[in-house]
């Protein structure tokens, strides 16, 4: 089966998380896991990302932090993932050398052009709806996906607001994979393990 899902995790980790994510990667459709905690002292997100670390090896689940590169070196992810404002994609390459490094492009060809420049290992687009996790994210259009599709070889992610209901049509546009949290994580009808087997 082919891996279609790059899962973001929950705002907030508890105790039955762990448990709650072995379960949705027995799914086997997940790719890549992404620790995004905002607000976060380091050595919190540091002692989290060394459990996920565990359970993502298991899975061979590919393991991406948010934000941090220093801390995706402490913890042995397979790499990081950088907004806009994050620390430049030259100075994260040097410091990463071979490890993942995607990069948050929104709706623009310029931003995705520039990643490319700087060697990024894949582009992430969006957001393309209305998405919990980031309210007041940049607004994007499946455009960008079509041009993507013709002029970028590397693996592309969209991201905001998607669901079972609308996830295809964002794979045909020319993602390779989808990003998903709130329909998982907060999901007010389906548990984690059954909400992630609705992507195939």
């Keep these: 089966m082919k891996k279609l899902v790059y899962l973001i995790s929950p ?3 508890n105790n039955n998380f762990y448990d709650d994510l072995k379960k949705v990667f027995k799914a086997k459709n997940v790719k ?5 905690l905002k607000n976060v002292k380091k ?12 359970i993502t090896k298991k899975y061979r689940v590919k393991l991406i932090i948010n934000d941090h590169p220093n801390i995706s070196k402490i913890v042995n992810a397979d790499g990081c993932h ?3 404002n994050d620390s430049p994609i030259m100075k994260s390459r040097k410091y990463l050398k071979k490890m993942i ?13 520039n990643a490319l420049r ?4 894949y582009l992430a687009f969006g957001s393309f709806n209305k998405s ?19 002029n970028v070889k590397k693996p592309i992610v969209a991201i ?22 709130s329909f998982i994580w907060d999901n007010p009808k389906l548990k984690p393990e059954i909400a992630i087997k609705e992507f195939k």
């Design 132 to 150: 919990k996790l980031k309210p007041n994210a940049k607004r994007a259009n499946l455009n960008i996906l079509k041009w993507a599709k013709k």
């Design 11 to 13: 705002e907030k980790i």
């Design 82 to 84: 950088l907004g806009q």
């Design 43 to 54: 050595a919190k997100i540091i002692k989290i990302a060394k459990e996920i670390r565990k």
């Design 32 to 36: 890549f896991f992404q620790l995004r």
């Design 160 to 181: 905001g607001g998607i669901n079972n209901s609308n996830y295809k049509k964002f794979i045909k546009s020319g993602a390779k994979y989808i990003a998903i949290s």
């Design 101 to 113: 490094i995607g990069v948050t492009c929104h709706n623009s060809k310029l931003l995705a052009k």
């Design 118 to 121: 700087n060697k990024a290992d």
